[in-house]
């Protein structure tokens, strides 16, 4: 074989080995990236990935990095915080009640998914988190959640309280369009759209897409409850 053939065989082989690595990322991607629904988030294909000159990709957090002890009020008005739900698993989503998109995706999903686990679901708080940073609207945020599960709470508060749930969970939130109209739904927020899964000592042990399929959300969920009875 001449110098010039074995060269071209080389280019060609690692070109093919460059897509294939490249369209295997793609699918890692799909499940571990932070998600966002709204408009201004956009993913890479498999072409685009392979014109780009560079391709940046940071792995996702362990779930046990994310989330503190937090203190928020529910929409009843009253003051909680994790320690409320002692020895309950937490099924947590982060949106904003005004939100027309991923939120009502999310809780739906949510819904699902406790759904499929049947009585193990008694073990599981289903809790919605606020991230507007608006003064606190109780009754709206009642009236939001009382579309979905009908043991989910809407938990929201004052800025300080919010920012710090916000940070401690690592959830981005910027406002979408600042001349969106805001007549019937309030600014428009994109936000991590993730469902996290916290252990009754207070450590996240999962967290899921909020467009996952319900029966592999609550295997997930099983798995993980059945794990922290087989350790204790």
Excluded at 110 to 117: G, I, K, T
Excluded at 174 to 185: F, H, I, L, V
Aim: proline fraction near 6%; charge should be neutral.
């Amino acid at each position: 074989m001449s110098a010039r053939s074995y060269r071209a065989g080389l280019l060609s082989a690692l070109t093919f080995s460059k897509t294939a690595a490249a369209v295997g990322m793609i699918g890692l991607l799909g499940v571990l990236t932070p998600a966002s629904a709204h408009e201004g988030h956009h993913h890479a294909n498999a072409g685009e990935m392979e014109a780009s000159p560079q391709v940046y990709v940071k792995a996702p957090p362990p779930p046990e990095t994310l989330g503190r002890p937090f203190e928020l009020m529910d929409h009843n008005g009253q003051t909680v915080t994790n320690a409320s739900y002692t020895g309950k698993w937490l099924l947590i989503f982060f949106g904003f009640a005004g939100c027309r998109e991923a939120c009502p995706t999310g809780l739906v999903s949510m819904q699902a998914a406790l759904d499929v686990l049947g009585e193990e679901a008694e073990r599981v708080q289903p809790l919605f988190v606020d991230v507007s940073m608006e003064e606190p609207d109780i009754t709206g945020l009642a009236q939001f959640v009382s579309n979905f599960h009908p043991r989910l709470v809407g938990l929201t508060g004052t800025r300080a309280q919010t920012f710090a749930t916000v940070r401690d969970f690592k959830i981005r939130r910027e406002y979408a369009m600042a001349s969106y109209s805001t007549k019937e739904t309030g600014p428009r927020i994109n936000h991590t759209t993730y469902l996290y899964l916290v252990d009754p000592s207070g450590v996240t042990r999962a967290y899921f897409d909020h467009t996952l399929e319900p029966e592999r959300m609550a295997l997930a969920m099983r798995l993980n409850m059945k794990r922290r009875r087989v350790s204790q």
